[in-house]
């Protein structure tokens, strides 16, 4: 293996984050700088990424929401990463799952500012189906029901694009009440695709409300919560102690 790979492994990150920290001479061997990404026969522990790194701290009954041995499900609160992305980020959920529970794994992520429930299960369970519920305030009056079945582009690392074909993966939007110009609705769908509920519902002109990312980032914050999960005969519904999108967080919004 490479020494990236070395580092990608103990830092928990990207292969391509830790290549990236080798060109910047932040990578360390017996304290001398390493300049070049060689081949190791086998892991070596020496090697050291010389970043600050926050102290992590957490108490886990403010994530863990219900414990089934092969299914766990947390909350994760808007402004929070589901998986570390550098070692100098702030407390991820992912912290929490290594730390606690050696032997899981999250089965998807919620984006940083979108908050709600999201499942994590043993490395030995294969889950057989997988259902989800959102809950959106968008831009524009949804007067009924909607099927979305499009593909997802995600070819793109940072954006996807809806694609004019069938996809595999269909969205039912239902709109839930309105206000003013903006209207809640509920999305269900299998398996969210990476960044599936927010790019569809900007092709149909229906912009979540602070998705800075596909058309309407006016707000203090992306105004999506995935609200239920169910993994096989496992559920969990996000009860109202959890902050909801209610409407008073649109009305300093006009």
Not at 52 to 78: A, G, H, M, Q, T
Not at 221 to 238: E, H, K, P, V
Request: with cysteine.
């Amino acid at each position: 293996m490479k020494v990236s790979d070395i580092i990608s492994k103990k830092y928990n990150i990207s292969k391509r984050l830790a290549k990236k920290y080798l060109k910047e001479r932040r990578v360390s061997y017996q304290g001398k700088i390493v300049k070049d990404d060689y081949i190791v026969e086998q892991f070596n522990d020496h090697f050291v990424l010389e970043v600050s790194c926050p102290e992590i701290n957490f108490n886990l009954k403010e994530f863990l929401l219900d414990d089934f041995r092969d299914v766990i499900f947390f909350y994760k609160p808007p402004f929070m990463h589901t998986e570390r992305h550098k070692p100098t980020d702030d407390l991820c959920l992912s912290d929490i799952l290594t730390s606690e529970f050696k032997d899981f794994r999250f089965i998807s992520r919620l984006d940083f500012e979108t908050d709600g429930v999201i499942a994590a299960i043993k490395n030995s369970y294969q889950p057989v189906k997988v259902y989800k519920r959102y809950i959106a305030w968008v831009k524009g009056i949804v007067n009924e029901n909607i099927i979305f079945d499009k593909k997802i582009d995600a070819n793109k690392r940072k954006k996807v694009s809806i694609i004019d074909q069938k996809g595999d993966n269909v969205l039912v939007i239902k709109p839930i009440r309105n206000y003013s110009f903006y209207t809640l609705v509920d999305v269900g769908v299998d398996f969210a695709h990476r960044h599936q509920i927010r790019a569809a519902l900007s092709y149909l002109n229906f912009p979540i409300v602070g998705d800075k990312l596909y058309g309407d980032g006016d707000y203090e914050r992306l105004l999506l919560q995935c609200y239920f999960t169910q993994i096989d005969g496992f559920s969990l519904f996000l009860d109202d102690i959890r902050p909801a999108l209610s409407i008073a967080s649109l009305q300093n919004f006009q």
